[in-house]
């Protein structure tokens, strides 16, 4: 059984890294929503998962903030988000979906090979998914940068959030409740803000491209 | 070693075409229709082995060889996986790169007799095919090589042999997410959905059928026989590779029988999956299959280079 543990770790890191690689693969609004909320179940059972192999009671709490905060809060204000602004579908995004996926591709073997000398010298039996956890955020920064409606890049901006948070449990077993609830809190605020910009964009073009922001220069 | 081979062939060949009975029971099932038994694949084959061969005068020797050569190569993988047996010490057959290559090699012939009557359909069902098989058998390849390189050995006994004896890399990501690109290969090359509709004739939409809509009679039965040949090996790769428990490792009786029973009820699990999936999507646009296997190929290149810099 105490096999097994790093092989579980190793498997819910590459559900967190899949449903990051998600948003880059579907036009539909709703499933990137879904994608996140998978994603934020993957690392909360990695996380539970580090807690009960290195005997941590912390990261319990921390699994389940994150199931109620990320999982289910954050989800709930995603779709009110998203039927207030009506966008079903993601807008040609600025680089077509297979060399999006190329490029996830890349950037997950980049993340293996920069991570390489890390993984050699940790000793953790969790060591195995740290690479994975880089490139979920590579990934995530990716669709920030190449979607354009302004709803996918909040949601590439929490997945983001997610692989700091996957990153933080297989390299450090967490950080202290403390920190963690500081992190919750700061992702909360930031998703606040951004919901209110997407809000206001909305209303000031009637869409959320943040292309048409370039109007206002004009 | 051949009485091995002999012994997956003649399985391969006795269970594929209830293997699409069954599939096509199922979704009838799923769309309350009554449905035809699972059997009526063999009273099919049964009678368009009776009819004459009509062919085209256009039609060259390409076009009257091809399916035998597609029927004898896909009859050929279906001997070199590990079906039932994968006996130790044995190293001669069952190497994943023949598997690969002996595919393609009937997706060509069947592509080339589908330009070669001239009709228009052909031609079409034909550069579609070439479109999707340029896609799937390299995800196919290195979806499998990531199971290939834990275990040392492109030998696909091999493979078995390892995940037998650490059962715990089965959970490891290379075997997962080379099961989930290995599987959504299946789909594709096997013409179902979401890539392909196996149960229509719309001329649109169809990529295998529309390759196959000039032949007749025998020649028919031998082109669906190994499209269902080809589904079983699927199947049978999917469920052995990644589930490999029940394999014999060696040849005595009730091993074999124990491995007969294993991958029936694999295959079929396996096969009821496919039905439900098929039930619940949507056939994709032609213009967004290369999406969908594009993701499949990041998916095995993710397996493989998680199998190679993970270890």
């Known amino acids: 059984m105490e096999a097994a543990f790093p092989q579980l770790c190793i498997l819910g890191a590459s559900a967190v890294l899949l449903a990051a690689i998600i948003p880059l693969w579907r036009r539909h609004v709703p499933a990137y929503i879904v994608a996140f909320q998978w994603q934020s179940f993957a690392l909360a059972f990695v996380t539970a998962l580090v807690g009960y192999m290195a005997h941590i009671r912390e990261l319990y709490i921390v699994a389940a903030l994150i199931v109620a905060i990320r999982g289910m809060l954050f989800v709930r204000l995603l779709r009110k988000l998203q039927a207030r602004v009506g966008e079903i579908t993601e807008l040609k995004p600025l680089v077509n979906i297979p060399t999006s996926l190329l490029i996830a591709a890349t950037l997950v073997v980049i993340a293996y090979a920069a991570t390489r000398p890390a993984v050699l010298v940790a000793s953790s039996p969790t060591r195995g998914a740290m690479p994975l956890a880089i490139a979920v955020i590579l990934v995530s920064m990716f669709t920030v940068a190449s979607r354009k409606t302004a709803i996918g890049q909040v949601i590439g901006f929490l997945m983001l959030e997610n692989g700091i948070a996957l990153l933080s449990a297989v390299a450090s077993y967490g950080v202290p409740l403390t920190v963690e609830l500081g992190l919750f809190l700061d992702a909360l605020l930031g998703f606040l803000v951004m919901q209110i910009l997407v809000f206001h964009i909305h209303d000031a073009f009637d869409t959320t491209d943040v292309e048409q922001l370039s109007r206002l220069k004009h | ?311």
């Open chain 2, 1 to 311: 070693m051949v009485v091995t081979a002999f012994l997956h062939g003649l399985v391969a060949l006795l269970v594929a075409p209830a293997l699409v009975g069954l599939i096509r029971w199922v979704k009838a099932r799923l769309q309350s229709r009554r449905g035809a038994a699972p059997w009526q694949p063999y009273r099919e084959l049964a009678k368009l082995l009776r009819k004459e061969r009509v062919v085209s005068q256009h039609a060259s020797w390409v076009f009257r060889v091809t399916p035998y050569i597609l029927f004898g190569t896909t009859l050929v993988v279906s001997c070199l996986i590990p079906t039932v047996l994968a006996p130790t010490g044995v190293q001669v057959f069952g190497d994943l790169i023949a598997v690969v290559y002996l595919l393609i090699l009937g997706t060509f012939w069947l592509a080339l007799a589908g330009l070669d009557p001239g009709s228009a359909f052909g031609g079409m069902g034909s550069s579609r095919e070439m479109t999707v098989a340029a896609l799937t058998e390299p995800t196919m390849a290195i979806a499998i090589f990531a199971l290939a390189l834990p275990a040392g050995s492109t030998d696909l006994g091999q493979i078995v042999r390892r995940t037998l004896e650490m059962p715990t890399s089965a959970l490891g990501p290379g075997h997962v997410l080379a099961f989930a690109a290995l599987f959504i290969v299946t789909l594709a090359e096997s013409g179902r959905l979401p890539v392909d509709n196996p149960s229509t004739h719309l001329e649109l939409t169809m990529i295998h059928e529309a390759m196959v809509l000039e032949y007749s009679g025998p020649y028919l039965a031998l082109v669906e026989w190994a499209s269902a040949l080809k589904l079983f090996v699927f199947c049978v790769l999917l469920a052995n590779l990644f589930v490999p428990w029940g394999v014999a490792l060696s040849a005595n009786p009730t091993a074999i029988v124990v491995g007969i029973a294993a991958v029936l009820l694999k295959v079929a699990v396996i096969a009821v999956a496919l039905a439900v999936f098929e039930t619940r999507v949507a056939k994709l646009r032609l213009f967004r299959v290369p999406e969908l296997l594009s993701a499949s190929f990041v998916l095995s290149v993710v397996a493989v280079v998680s199998a190679f810099l993970g270890r």
